[in-house]
Every structure is written in C-alpha cells, then in structure tokens.
C-alpha cells in the first residue's frame, strides 16, 4: 500500500506538515478558522528535532500493526492489510493501549478535561485525498506518498 | 477444514481474522460460555459506574460472526476434549468435531481461603454477568471492600467510586499496583488514590468475612475490622484449564505452547491468558494475561492453524491504566535497581504527578514506567521488544522531547523508508 515516508535529510524543521495536516483534519479546513477552533483538531504529524536534524514522523500504517493488536475496544482497525490503520473515535475509550502499544508514538491523545473527553487521533492518510495533505504542503520534498513494498 | 475454537473472546476473535485471511471457506465453530458477542473485558467496570453502555463494549460490529461465516454457540461450554478422535464434548450435550482445535478459556478468579467465603455479597469481576450482579446490588450500598490492590482491584475500586461508594482498598504486598510499576510509581498513586478518597489498606489481609447470611464487614489479619456491604475479591486470575484435564495437553501454570502457539498435541492450540508462552525478557515460558497478547497469540495460532506460518517472538508485560484521571504506562522489566544489577534512570515530566523511570541491562533498554506524562511511551515499548541498545547518554530519555530522532540514525532508516 501506498504511504508516508519522510527523507530526514531533506527536512528543513518548517512543520507546515503539521499545519496542513491540523487543518485538513480541522471542520472548516480553513487555516485561519482551523487554529480558533475550540477544541482545536490536534495535527497527526509531529516534527522532531535534536540539533541540526529534524524528521516529521506519522502513522507507519504497521503491518500487524500493534495498535490494533493492543485496542480493547476494536476502536483501532484496518479494513484490509492494504488499508489504512485508522482509529473510529466513537468507540475509542481512551484507554491508551494503543499509546503503550504504538513503536514510534505516532498516536496522539485528544483530551479535554472539561468534559471528560479522551480519544486517541492518529493519521488516516487523509481519507477523499490522493496525496496526504502533510506531502503535498511540504515544500523541500522531505516528505513523500508512494508504495515500497 | 473444520476450526473450533473454545472461549469467544480476544484470542479467538484474533483467531477468527487470522483463519479468515488464509481460508474463506472452512467451517469456524465457536462455543462460549459467556452469553454475549465478544466485549471488551477491560470494560467491566467502568460498566459497573455507568462510564460505558454495554453496547459500547462490544468489541467487533455485530456482524462480525456472520461476516466471517462463524457458527457462535452462545451461553455453550465445552466439557472435555478427546483428541484421539478429534471430538469436543460440551454442556448442549452435543459432540464438535474438528480438525484444527483452539483453546482460548482465559482465566478463572483466585480466590483465596478465608473464613466466612459463603455469604450473600461477595463477587469476584470478571465477566460482565458479574458486574451486571453487582451493580444491582449496589443499590443502597455505602460501602465496599475491595481484596487485592492490583490492576483489576484498582480499576474495580475506581468504578465503584465513581458510583458514588466509599471503597477500601486491601492489599497483602506493602504497596499496591506491585506488578506494573516500582516502589516510587506505586506511591504516587497511592498517595493520589487517597487523596480522592479511597482508603487503601497495605502489608494486611482479609481472615474473615463476618455477618450473618450476607456480608457485613471484614476482619483483617491485623485484627482491624471494616463495616462494609459487600466484598470484592479481585487477587488475580489463574489460567482456566478445566476443559483440558485428561485430555493430554501439557502445561504447568498454564497450557505450555511453542512459538506457533501449538501445544504438545498435533492441531491442538492455545491462546490468550490460558497460555504459559516464550516471554522474551525472562527466556523462559510465563503467563502474561493481558489484552494485546491474547489478541496476537490469537491472530498467531489461527495463521498456523489455516496453513500459514507465524512466529510468536515472545511477549513481555505491558500496561496501560489509569485510575480517576491518573495515567501510567509500563512496560518490562519495571521494579528494578541497581542493587539486582540494572542500570536505572529516573526523572520527572511537567506534571505533578509525573515520574519517569528507564531500565537497562548493561546497554539493552528492557523496562520503563511513565506516570501521568504517558506521551509516545510505546516508542520505549518497541525498543524493548527489540532488545535495542544504548551506549551512552541514557538521560536522554528524560528529555520532554525525546523522539526517534534521539535514536540512532541506522536504525531509524531502516523503520522509516521501508514499510514495517
Ligand atoms: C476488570 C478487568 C480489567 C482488565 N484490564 C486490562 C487492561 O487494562 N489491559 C490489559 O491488557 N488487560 C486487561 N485485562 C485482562 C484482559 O481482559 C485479558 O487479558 C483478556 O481478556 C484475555 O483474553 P482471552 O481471549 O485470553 O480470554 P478471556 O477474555 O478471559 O475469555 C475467555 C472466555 O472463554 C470462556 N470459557 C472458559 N471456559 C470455557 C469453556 N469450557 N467452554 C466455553 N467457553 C469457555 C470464558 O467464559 C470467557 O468468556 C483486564 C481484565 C479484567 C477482568
Ligand atoms: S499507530 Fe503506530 S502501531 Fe499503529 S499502525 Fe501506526 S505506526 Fe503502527
Ligand atoms: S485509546 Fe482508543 S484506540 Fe487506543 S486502544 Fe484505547 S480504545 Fe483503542
């Protein structure tokens, strides 16, 4: 299947794809209502920096991905192994297995106290799209959509 | 072919999918005990404080049986398994055979003896028939005993709290949540817990149940006495081995199964907390009931069982809880020190509560805590199960913004390139 796959070398530490992908997953998909929203939508990729390097890590979409093998509640799925991994956020309980489970911490918990609202967020390689919103926004190709394999 | 599969939860459901992938058309039988769809176990008490409706805690949509071309046989138990003639015998009475056998019976409540065991007001929690049976008793209780301070004695303690009951926690080890986290980790929660109200009880046991035909209180072995309405003993769980006996499968604590999750009888598997299996950080073979084994020994044994070939390269425990708002994570090797020969690095986040703590054996990362700050702990969780080493610079790992990019860079291109 086709995925992300950033190049370190090429990541120039920006975070646009972090932003491209807040508002994609935002209501409005509008960057200047997107940032306002309350709750805000959490971005799916995080850049991670040391120093001079840095790297946009997302969802490895896993095969037998340990996400789904630790979910008590068959809220993390996949339809097929040539699908994405994604997370249905009615059933999440926000137990945070997945956190426990996940070998690169590309799940991110989305968490309100106010409410008591606890869900886990993690990419869904922009589902209506053909190219993820964090690819297509990144403007020294560090990230990039394909199939390896 | 002809699959059947004993116990209708986590394993076997993995079981199911994995048998499904290989073969379309074999028939899948599946005798539970439970008269429910498979639901998420772990559940059973936030159910008991309303968190949770029991349709949201099934654990699959409810087509999934039919979906899968799965014959359920609901509120069935198997009896005996003679495997010479490759035959199930169970409590409709009937006879199942099978070709491929999968045993997946789970765990059974220990209860340890004491005087007073027969009254009215004592469960144990496991099933959702019994956190249905206690939450009708629960009205008009103010109080409850809780016995055993683990991980389902705490999560019980916390769903009866939230129904608005006064809970005593009593736990025979000095510290509770012994199993999941160290000395300092268990204090922390503690100290939180009772800060919310719970009263928690260590190094002491319950001797006695007192009242007449219903429970009334407790005595304990350091003569305290607690007035309460009911008990719940949640010590822990034992593999449920009572279908296999004379059968001829092997086990010692549990059901003993090599990598392909097999027992020591041709087409006869095991899966999930009934299971003693490879554990990777001891070597040797152990029970390690939790959720995410079950489900993949499951997904495991069913690929073998189809035809396929799968590997089981061990579990270790992993645990992720949170009781009244309070979280941690752990993973491994977690109550270790200095004085049993690990190198171990602590620290503590943002948060109040927040207490980190690294476990290494020489360079191999083989354990970790996080409490309250849980953020991206599974990345520790992979390390571990890859036996990853660190030479130098381990304080890192307390660094807020720890990441992959804190790794070595080989290692990182090889998960990051290519698909895993
Ligand atoms: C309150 C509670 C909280 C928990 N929280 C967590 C958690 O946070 N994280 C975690 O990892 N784990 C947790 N666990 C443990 C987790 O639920 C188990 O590891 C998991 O359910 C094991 O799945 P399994 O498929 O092996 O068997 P089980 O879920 O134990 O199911 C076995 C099934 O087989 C049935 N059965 C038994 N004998 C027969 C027979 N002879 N014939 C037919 N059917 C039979 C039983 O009735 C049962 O329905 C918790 C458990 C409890 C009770
Ligand atoms: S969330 Fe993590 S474990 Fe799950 S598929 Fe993505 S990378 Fe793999
Ligand atoms: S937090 Fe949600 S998605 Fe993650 S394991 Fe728990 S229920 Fe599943």
Not at chain 2, 29 to 49: C, G, H, M, N, V
Not at chain 2, 170 to 198: C, H, N, P, Q, T
Not at chain 2, 403 to 415: E, H, Q, V, Y
Request: charged content about 30%; proline content about 3%; glycine content about 8%.
């Amino acid at each position: 299947m086709k995925r992300v796959y950033p190049k370190e070398d090429a990541c120039i530490n920006c975070k646009l794809c972090e932003v491209a992908c807040l508002v994609e997953h935002s209501e409005t998909k509008d960057i200047f209502k997107a940032y306002r929203d309350v709750p805000r939508t959490l971005s799916k990729a995080l850049v991670e920096e040391d120093g001079p390097n840095s790297i946009s890590i997302q969802c490895r979409h896993c095969t037998d991905a340990p996400c789904i093998d630790a979910c008590i509640t068959g809220a993390m799925q996949r339809q097929d192994d040539e699908s994405p991994v994604i997370v249905d956020r009615e059933k999440c309980v926000g137990c945070w297995m997945c956190i426990m489970a996940c070998p690169y911490g590309a799940i991110q918990m989305d968490v309100r106290k106010k409410d008591k609202h606890k869900v886990s967020s993690k990419c869904d390689l922009c589902p209506g799209r053909t190219m993820p919103a964090c690819v297509e926004i990144c403007p020294n190709r560090a990230l990039f959509f394909e199939d390896r394999g | 072919m002809n699959y059947l599969i004993i116990g209708n939860s986590a394993a076997a459901v993995g079981a199911v999918e994995a048998i499904r992938k290989k073969d379309k058309k074999g028939g899948i039988t599946i005798l539970s005990k439970e008269p429910y769809l498979a639901y998420s176990r772990p559940l059973i008490t936030e159910f008991l404080a309303d968190l949770v409706t029991e349709k949201g805690m099934s654990y699959r949509a409810e087509d999934f049986y039919k979906d899968n071309q799965v014959s359920l046989k609901l509120g069935v138990s198997a009896k005996s398994i003679d495997a010479k003639k490759k035959v199930v015998a169970a409590s409709d009475k009937k006879e199942y055979s099978y070709d491929k056998l999968l045993i997946s019976t789970g765990g059974s409540p220990i209860v340890p003896p004491m005087k007073g065991l027969n009254k009215k007001g004592i469960f144990t929690l496991l099933t959702l028939d019994e956190s249905k049976e206690i939450k009708k008793n629960l009205k008009g209780a103010k109080r409850v005993v809780v016995i055993g301070g683990g991980l389902i004695g705490m999560k019980a303690a916390e769903g009866l709290h939230e129904a608005g009951i006064k809970v005593t926690v009593v736990e025979l080890a000095d510290r509770i949540l012994s199993r999941i986290l160290d000395e300092k980790g268990s204090s922390i929660f503690e100290s939180y817990l009772k800060d919310k109200g719970m009263d928690i009880i260590t190094s002491d046991s319950v001797v006695e149940i007192t009242g007449a035909k219903k429970a009334t209180g407790v005595k304990l072995k350091s003569k305290k006495k607690i007035v309460c309405d009911m008990v719940i003993m949640a010590i822990g769980v034992r593999p449920n081995l009572d279908v296999i006996k004379g059968s001829g499968i092997g086990t010692k604590q549990g059901i003993i199964v090599d990598n392909r999750m097999q027992t020591n009888m041709a087409d006869i598997y095991a899966a999930g907390d009934v299971t003693q299996a490879d554990d990777m950080l001891s070597g040797e073979k152990r029970v390690n009931a939790i959720w995410p084994l079950a489900f993949k020994q499951g997904r495991i044994a069913g690929t073998n069982m189809a035809g396929g070939t799968k590997i089981y390269e061990g579990g270790f425990a992993q645990n992720s809880l949170s009781v009244l708002g309070l979280s941690t994570i752990s993973m491994g090797i977690v109550d270790a020190s200095s004085k049993n020969g690990y190198e171990v690095i602590t620290g503590s986040g943002k948060g109040k509560y927040s207490y980190k703590k690294f476990v290494f054996d020489k360079d191999t990362i083989v354990g970790g805590i996080f409490v309250e700050d849980i953020d991206r702990s599974g990345i520790i969780t992979g390390l571990v199960k890859e036996r990853y080493k660190v030479k130098d610079n381990k304080e890192r790992f307390l660094s807020e913004k720890f990441g992959l990019i804190n790794l070595d860079k080989t290692w990182r291109d090889s998960k990051l390139t290519k698909p895993v």
